[in-house]
Nanobody, 125 residues
Framework: QVQLVESGGGLVQAGGSLRLSCAAS????????MGWFRQAPGKEREFVAA????????YYADSAKGRFTISRDNAKNTVYLQMNSLKPEDTAVYYC??????????????????WGLGTQVTVSS
């Protein structure tokens, strides 16, 4: 079983930065692809970024490219999402995900596997 716990959300002004963290537990989690999704009020959950288990490959949604950076520390079983130049449209609940699918597929598979409970990010204008 894999458990994911997100932290680092909060309220920030437009143009500011936040770093989200996701602490994972489970003996196989270090070999899983990990990623971030988000869901804004009234919208469907959408893919944000993914990283392969050796950090060799990263993938981003167009909305995240150039502003967000995903990274992981397998020794700590933690994945991070550094978010810069935040915009009000980035306001959402951000969810950590983990699973066995390749990083390139995390944004398109119906269900990556495991989910955290989410952390709220609010960007004020």
């Amino acid at each position: 079983q894999v458990q994911l716990v997100e932290s680092g959300g909060g309220l920030v002004q437009a143009g500011g930065s936040l770093r989200l963290s996701c602490a994972a537990s489970g003996r196989t989690v270090s070999t899983y692809t990990m990623g971030w999704f988000r869901q804004a009020p009234g919208k469907e959950r959408e893919f944000v970024a993914a990283i392969s288990w050796r950090s060799a490959s990263t993938y981003y949604a167009d909305s995240a490219k150039g502003r967000f950076t995903i990274s992981r520390d397998n020794a700590k079983n933690t994945v991070y999402l550094q978010m810069n130049s935040l915009k009000p449209e980035d306001t959402a609940v951000y969810y950590c995900a983990a699973g066995p699918s390749p990083a390139r597929a995390m944004g398109v598979v119906p269900d990556p596997g495991y989910w955290g409970l989410g952390t709220q990010v609010t960007v004020s204008s």
